[in-house]
């Protein structure tokens, strides 16, 4: 029974009778503190499969399996634009974070004077060292990022990858390419310029145009039927709060998804 | 009930957050036990287990010799290799290219040109396909949504059609060659997105704006048709030949 004392419980005994070095003995000592605590024995063969997953030999490639190796280029660059994307999108999200430090979506109206919002962008550009190079890496990283995400589409399209069990992957590919639009859209409207305005301008209307949900559409994604500081704020949440965790979420699932079907296999 | 009558239950000293043995279920235990929805999900998976194993002894199908790169160092150095490239190949665009400034908002001046990004273009082009809005004749000539609820619409019927490729086409096919259909298809997609985001920015293209709506509908289904016609011919042609031995490794369903 489980109440009775077991000589195998007794740790420190077992520690002692063993000729351990000084290493090994914190190690132990620590494990089993832990292991008291945080019942670390029950994830242990969680932490074993991780050890021989990390240490996977990767499956052939079609190359090798076919020895196409002399007769294209080694790694197909269109089997890359997935990964691409989101490399880019790590870049955004890192040169966004450093953006966010120095951008306020403040004092929006459209007088043609220049807005707190107009004013930080252009103080990044001008004054900051560097700025000029952030935000011209996170706004081509973004353009990087929906273009290699468009191709992709392309490729798993032609490629017939999107079939039979992979649906799913296709669906969440599809929301996923909308919500990148949706972020490019948002960042297009923050430095708040002519251009910025007049596109928030179609956007309001495209979303009032909704039958029956437009107004409220409207109301929810731009503060109101007309373009002010509300919806610069809006914009701005959406931007660097809700696609974010959303997109990221997604963009995790889906390579998931990725890892657990294999890829489909190429041509 | 003094201190020494006190059975040594505690080992050594442990917080007593473990479960006692007797008491704690096996897993059969908990399946039998277990009703309703959870009890199907352990009956659905027991069967689909069984089915896998008998389908994996019964079938003729050599396992395949899967041992290729190790993960580590191999394969991560590849991915690290072309992370730099591409990293590196984003940040020459921005040294070379950066962003233009542009004159704060002002409503009361609307500029000549007013474009979203150009990811959008195809989007926007479909906002502008009012004259392809039916007008009613039920309804005295007049139409039965305004134009951009038309266009709104546009965009989520063609969201939509994108969505619902995978349970249309179906089967074991995967190259153009051997869907010319539906290759023929994404040539005709891929056409019209170029076309629709032209149209969309047809105040910057030099050409009647009648003829390029004209060219907008038919240079998607030229284009198309042309694929196909190339792809037809060409299963019956080299490509085939030269992929049969794939084809006896894996023939299509």
Redesign the interface.
């Known amino acids: 029974?489980?109440?009775e004392?077991?000589d195998e419980?007794?740790?420190?005994g077992w520690m002692e009778e063993r000729e351990l070095t000084v290493l090994e003995e914190r190690y132990l000592t620590l494990l089993m503190w832990l292991d008291?605590?945080l019942?670390l024995v029950d994830y242990l063969e969680l932490l074993e499969d991780l050890y021989y997953?990390?240490?996977?030999?990767?499956?052939?490639?079609h190359t090798?399996?076919?020895g196409l190796d002399n007769k294209f280029w080694y790694?197909y660059p269109l089997y890359?634009l997935g990964?691409?994307s989101t490399?880019?999108y790590l870049?955004a999200a890192i040169s966004g974070a450093l953006l966010g430090f120095y951008y306020a979506p403040a004092a929006?109206?459209?007088?043609?004077?220049?807005?707190v919002a107009?004013t930080s962008v252009?103080t990044i550009?001008q004054d900051l060292n560097f700025g000029?190079?952030l935000?011209?890496?996170h706004?081509?990283?973004a353009?990087?990022m929906?273009?290699a995400v468009?191709l992709h589409m392309?490729r798993v399209?032609?490629?017939?990858?999107?079939?039979?069990p992979?649906?799913l992957n296709?669906?969440i590919g599809?929301v996923l390419i909308?919500l990148t639009?949706v972020f490019?859209?948002s960042g297009?409207l923050l430095?708040?310029?002519?251009?910025?305005?007049?596109?928030g301008?179609?956007g309001v209307?495209?979303a009032l145009?909704?039958?029956l949900a437009g107004e409220w559409t409207a109301q929810l994604l731009f503060g109101g039927f007309t373009?002010t500081q509300a919806t610069l704020q809006r914009m701005y949440i959406l931007h660097v709060f809700f696609l974010p965790f959303i997109v990221t979420g997604l963009i995790a699932v889906h390579i998931g998804i990725v890892w657990m079907q294999g890829i489909?296999?190429p041509? | 009930m003094s201190d020494n009558d006190t059975p040594e239950t505690e080992t050594d000293g442990g917080t007593g957050i473990v479960p006692p043995d007797d008491e704690t279920p096996t897993w059969s235990e908990r399946k039998e036990r277990t009703e309703g929805l959870s009890r199907l999900t352990y009956e659905y998976f027991e069967r689909a287990r069984r089915e896998d194993q008998d389908l994996r002894q019964e079938s003729s199908y050599v396992e395949r010799d899967v041992l290729g790169f190790p993960a580590w160092p191999h394969e991560m150095i590849r991915n690290l290799a072309l992370t730099s490239f591409f990293v590196g190949m984003i940040v020459f665009l921005s040294a070379t290219l950066p962003p233009e400034m542009m004159p704060p908002a002002n409503s009361s001046s609307t500029p000549a040109v007013i474009l979203p990004d150009w990811y959008l273009y195809w989007s926007f082009g479909l906002l502008k396909l009012g004259p392809l809005n039916p007008d009613l004749a039920l309804l005295g000539g007049s139409k039965l949504m305004a134009d951009r609820t038309y266009g709104v619409l546009a965009n989520l019927v063609i969201v939509g059609a994108i969505t619902i490729v995978p349970f249309l086409n179906k089967g074991a096919a995967r190259r153009p060659v051997e869907q010319p259909f539906w290759a023929a298809v994404g040539v005709f997609g891929v056409t019209f997105a170029f076309t629709v985001s032209v149209l969309s920015v047809k105040n910057l293209v030099p050409m009647d704006s009648h003829l390029l709506f004209d060219l907008t509908f038919l240079l998607p289904f030229v284009a198309g048709f042309i694929a196909y016609a190339i792809l037809k011919s060409m299963r019956e042609g080299y490509m085939f030949t030269l992929n049969r031995r794939y084809y006896r490794l894996r023939p299509p369903k």
């Not at chain 1, 430095?191 to 596109?199: D, G, T």
């Open positions: 029974m489980s109440l004392k077991k419980h007794d740790h420190k008291k605590r019942r997953k990390v240490n996977m030999q990767m499956p052939k490639s090798e399996q076919y790694w890359a990964s691409f490399i880019a870049v929006a109206g459209a007088t043609g004077d220049p807005t107009f252009t550009m000029y190079m935000r011209s890496i706004r081509w990283s353009q990087v929906t273009a468009f392309l399209y032609f490629t017939g990858a999107y079939k039979e992979r649906e296709w669906i599809i909308s639009m490019g859209y297009y430095p708040w310029n002519q251009l910025s305005y007049w596109a301008q179609i209307e495209m145009s909704i039958p373009l489909a296999e041509h």
